[in-house]
């Protein structure tokens, strides 16, 4: 049975720096693609980044590259995703996600298996 809780929304002002993160149980992150994702009122949801542990990348959509940072702890067994330098842009409901149902790896990855999400607001 594979749990995923994301944890670290909230508010915070523009420019400031948010740290979520996301535990895993049922899958190992090590071994597991794994995404962030997220969806603003009215727009269609986005993938924001992923991780493939097998090959040691990362991917990022171009909306948050260089601002925002995935990342995984193994002792923890928790995705994490930094954002920096955040604007009214970002604020979203972000989910994380976990096992790609087609075996690749990346932001366009159909995962099989999803959080409840954590809300972050940029004002």
């Known amino acids: 049975h594979v749990q995923l809780v994301e944890s670290g929304g909230g508010s915070v002002q523009t420019g400031g720096s948010l740290r979520l993160s996301c535990a895993a149980s049922g899958v190992t992150v090590s071994a597991t693609c794994m995404g962030w994702f997220r969806q603003a009122p009215g727009k269609e949801r986005e993938s924001v980044a992923a991780i493939d542990p097998t090959y040691g990348r990362t991917f990022y959509a171009d909306s948050v590259k260089g601002r925002f940072t995935i990342s995984q702890d193994t002792d923890k067994n928790t995705i994490d995703l930094q954002m920096n330098s955040l604007n009214a842009e970002d604020t979203a409901m972000y989910y994380c996600?976990?096992?790609?149902?087609?075996?690749?790896?990346?932001?366009?990855?159909?995962?099989?298996?999803w959080g409840q999400g954590t809300q972050v607001t940029v004002s």
């Open positions: 996600a976990a096992l790609s149902a087609d075996g690749r790896c990346g932001l366009r990855s159909v995962f099989q298996f």
